[in-house]
Structures are given as C-alpha cells and as structure tokens.
C-alpha cells in the first residue's frame, strides 16, 4: 500500500534482522528502496541493490544507518547479504549525501557526528528518540537479564543487584528485577533519579557513595560514563558480574577487571540479539512517520 513515501529514494546502508523488518515495510509503501548489505529475497525484491554504498546515496533523500551503529572509525560492519562481510565506510560515504538530507543511525560514534555537521547532514540518533528508546529498553532489559541468567549459577531472586543509571533502560531494568525478586539498588548521580529509585523499591546509592558498597552478585552499568574503574573493581569479590549495556566504550574498564578474574560483559545491541522480531517492530512502527515528518519539513524548506 502507498504511502506519503511512495516514490522517495531513500537509502539503508547495512543491517541486522531490525533494519530487514523495517526495509520491508518500507517496500509496502512505495518507497524507492536503494540497499547496501540486505538480502535479495522476498519483498526485498522490489528494491534496488547496489555493492558500492556511495552509488545508493546518490539522489537519495534519507540514508539510513543500522541500530546497531558504526565502529568507532565510522566503518558499519552489521550486513546480511552474500558479501561475506564487506565493511560500509560509512565515514567515506557521508561527503558523498547533499546538505540538509536526514541521516538516521542508533547512535552516531563522534567521526559521524563531526562529518554530519562538517556536511550540512541532519543527523538523527534513532537510540535517543523517546518513542523509540522507551519501547527499546524493554527487550534490551530483558536481554540484560538473560545475560546475568546464562553467567551465573544461582537465580536472581533474593541477589543483590546494583544498577547504575535510571535513564530509560535502567528504569525497565529495575522494574524487572524487582518483579523478579531481586534486591536492587540504583547508583546516581542524580537525587531526583534517586528518589525515583525508592518508589520503585530499591535502595538508592549516591554514585560518589559507590566505594562504600561492593556486596553485589551482580551490577548492571547503563551510564556511557567510566563508573567502574580499576579502583572500585578490586573492592569486589571475584565472583560479581559485571554487565555493561552501556553504548561504546561502556563505562567498565573491562581490561581491569579481566587482570582481577571478574567476568564483565560489555552487552551491546540486545534489542536486535535476544528479540529482533520486536526490535523490528519498533522500527516500523516509528520509522516512516519520522521519515514523512522529516522530508515534509525538507520539501517546505526546499519551496521557501
């Protein structure tokens, strides 16, 4: 069925089964599909495929980039097509899109952020729309859990959980384990968050505290902040996990606690890992209508 996008060329460089979801329904509304790294099957017939990333931008009046992100060079790796992993160097394509044309990615390492600005880009962080990152936290919660439940021998009932954060995936993080039954304290930074910790029945820590507690079984980070240095980490005993949800580098020095024996699992993209199908959702859900608003804006600044 067509759409308001029926007939914009719009170009998606690399994917997980996320950005698959999201191509096809993108498909059904009419949109010219232009796809680097997808799977020629199905649907995903209709659209044009290109090798070369920096062909299917050309024209294109949005590009969009994987949840899942770039490296930290601006090279996307996520791909599902037969090119046995070829990198997009998306870093090398940006100078290659017109000013002012809407460029989503999850979240945009500081190379893509400094080349979008540099090029006139409007760059959308899709991991930081509300819509998008309220609806993420879920899987990705759930996900953080499973993780703690594969690397420990004993249930999180009745454990001692600190997260650090009450952002959007701390929230749903706690909400869940204390359903589960789990003793949880929150660490932050900030009182208001704090006293939201006590509403949701766990215990607050203020984050200059965190040195004067280290009895945790398990500690869940989602501040991309460094949080838990060498310093604090040799307070732990060994057997604490450590699980790091925050986007790159996490807040973890993760090759401290290798040196100290403490397993700590920097868990990055678990929407499109533990629940593609609903991370997919999510992405059709609230793609196009971004996609129509953003390009509606386009077309009036374009007339003015």
């Known amino acids: 069925m067509a759409g308001k996008l029926a007939g914009i060329p719009i170009a998606m460089l690399g994917c997980d089964l996320r950005e698959v979801d999201l191509a096809i329904a993108l498909v059904g509304l009419g949109v010219d599909l232009r796809l680097v790294g997808y799977p020629k099957h199905g649907v995903l017939k209709k659209a044009l495929h290109f090798q070369l990333a920096n062909e299917a931008v050309r024209e294109s009046r949005a590009v969009i980039a994987p949840m899942s992100n770039t490296d ?32 989503l990615i999850g979240v945009a390492k500081p190379v893509i952020r400094g080349l979008a600005t540099q090029y006139g880009l409007v760059l959308l962080e899709m ?40 952002g959007r995936c701390g929230t749903t993080l706690v ?57 604090y980490l040799r307070l732990l005993e060994q057997q604490t996990l450590i699980i790091d949800i925050a986007s790159g580098p996490g807040g973890t020095d993760f090759a401290a606690a290798e040196q100290l024996g403490i ?21 059709v859900r609230t793609i196009p209508h971004l996609l129509e608003k953003l390009l509606g804006e386009e077309q009036h600044d374009f007339e003015r």
Do not use: W
């Not at 309220?134 to 996900?143: F, Q, R, V, W």
């Not at 280290?214 to 460094?226: E, L, Q």
């Open 263 to 283: 397993t700590a699992i920097h868990a990055l993209s678990l929407p499109g890992k533990v629940a593609p199908k609903t991370a997919g959702e999510i992405l």
């Open 175 to 231: 909400q869940d384990l204390v359903a589960l039954g789990a003793k949880v304290t929150v660490g932050s930074r900030s009182g208001k968050d704090l006293a939201r910790a006590v509403a949701l029945n766990a215990d607050p820590l203020l984050l200059a505290d965190l040195h004067v507690r280290s009895d945790f079984d398990i500690i869940f980070n989602t501040i991309p902040a460094m949080v838990l240095p060498r310093a």
């Open 127 to 166: 991991a930081e729309i509300d819509e998008i990152a309220i609806l993420n936290s879920i899987p990705t919660a759930e996900g953080a859990i499973q993780v703690a439940m594969e690397n420990t021998d004993f249930t999180l009932h009745d454990s001692h959980c600190l997260v650090l954060g009450l």
């Open 72 to 103: 930290a060079a601006g090279v996307i790796h996520s791909r599902m097509d037969d090119s046995q992993g070829a990198p997009i160097d998306l870093a090398e394509v940006i100078p290659l899109i017109r000013a002012k044309t809407p460029v």
